[in-house]
Nanobody, 129 residues
Framework: QVQLVESGGGSVQSGGSLRLSCAAS?????????MGWLRQVPGKERAVVAH???????NYANSVKGRFTISQDNAKNTMYLQMNSLAPEDTAMYYC??????????????????????WGQGAQVTVSS
């Protein structure tokens, strides 16, 4: 059984930083993993923030490019999302997600929510001005 558990959410002032963690069990976080971070605000669909394909290519939504960085620690079986220069519009529930199979994505491709197989429970991020 695959479990993805996010942590590291919280409240921060505008301009601050947070790092989200996604600890996996039953799923191997490796250089071949196909994973991503998505976020959702009430009343809106879940939107991709960052996606990493099985070749290590990472793509980011335009709204977070240059501020957010996806990374992983294979030894800890954990994926991360480093978020810098946070702004109130980054306030959302953040989810990590994984794909059962390997994937290869074109540069700039953001894998939509429906194409992920496994999900974490979410971590709330609140940014105040």
């Amino acid at each position: 059984q695959v479990q993805l558990v996010e942590s590291g959410g919280g409240s921060v002032q505008s301009g601050g930083s947070l790092r989200l963690s996604c600890a996996a069990s039953g799923y191997t976080v490796s250089t071949a993993s196909c994973m991503g971070w998505l976020r959702q605000v009430p009343g809106k669909e879940r939107a991709v923030v960052a996606h990493r394909d099985s070749r290590g290519i990472t793509n980011y939504a335009n709204s977070v490019k240059g501020r957010f960085t996806i990374s992983q620690d294979n030894a800890k079986n954990t994926m991360y999302l480093q978020m810098n220069s946070l702004a109130p519009e980054d306030t959302a529930m953040y989810y990590c997600a994984a794909v059962r199979a390997r994937c290869a994505s074109a540069r700039g491709y953001l894998r939509p929510a429906v194409r992920y197989d496994y999900w974490g429970q979410g971590a709330q991020v609140t940014v105040s001005s």
